[in-house]
């Protein structure tokens, strides 16, 4: 493997998903230290509110909305689905009363590893878009090399497409079992 690949992608892949792991582990520590676990419980909402809000990106991106850089707005969605995964992390802990909130939460998890990926794949595509703007601005080259490097571009960007088939549905799953989880402790809310 070449040192620019791990370098650009599976180093910082490997550190952000750490990060995600040792934030986690931290925050449950510092809430059980300060005595303040049933802060833990409420975080949910805020974390569920961060990734709703990132979704604007997806708004945008589909018309939907018509204000906003879709680029802030897709930074945006990576921060805000990572602050609210990482809050929605604590808030689960390591308490186990039913299942439907541990496949909510494997489903969020699947979701944030698949973005990730997402995220990096992108990067790539943007770096053959400059490279290839580059190409062209290169007078003289030989047309082989331009094929070459065309065909790059439509692998990376075939690549994000079929990223996307996988992103999107473990999105819908991740939203089908929230709301359930959500619904069943609006239905309980009194019973405790
Ligand atoms: C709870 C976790 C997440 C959910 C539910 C989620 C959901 C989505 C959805 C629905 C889209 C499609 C937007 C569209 O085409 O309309 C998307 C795109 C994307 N997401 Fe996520 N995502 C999550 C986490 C992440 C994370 C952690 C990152 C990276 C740090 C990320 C990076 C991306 C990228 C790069 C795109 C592609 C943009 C594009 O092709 O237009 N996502 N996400």
């Given at each position: 493997m070449d040192t620019s690949l791990l370098n650009r992608e599976v180093v910082p892949f490997v550190l952000m998903l750490l990060l995600l792991v040792v934030a986690t582990l931290a925050g449950d520590y510092a809430l059980h230290a300060l005595d303040l676990v049933w802060v833990g419980r409420y975080l949910g909402i805020p974390g569920t509110l961060l990734i709703l809000f990132s979704f604007g990106y997806s708004l945008r991106k589909r018309r939907l909305?018509?204000?906003?850089?879709p680029r802030k707005l897709l930074t945006l969605h990576e921060t805000f689905t990572l602050l609210g995964a990482l809050m929605v992390l604590i808030h689960a802990?390591?308490?186990?009363?039913?299942i439907l909130p541990w496949l909510a939460l494997v489903a969020m998890l699947l979701n944030v590893f698949s973005g990730l990926i997402g995220k990096f794949l992108l990067d790539r595509s943007r770096r053959h878009v400059a490279e290839r703007r580059q190409t062209y601005s290169l007078?003289?080259?030989?047309k082989d090399e331009m094929e070459k490097e065309l065909f790059w571009d439509a692998v990376t960007y075939e690549l994000m497409a079929k990223w996307r088939a996988v992103h999107f549905p473990i999105t819908l799953v991740f939203v089908a079992l929230g709301l359930g989880h959500i619904v069943s402790i609006f239905l309980f809310w009194n019973w405790q």
């Open positions: 909305i018509r204000s906003g850089n802990g390591i308490h186990f009363n039913a007078k003289g080259m030989a």
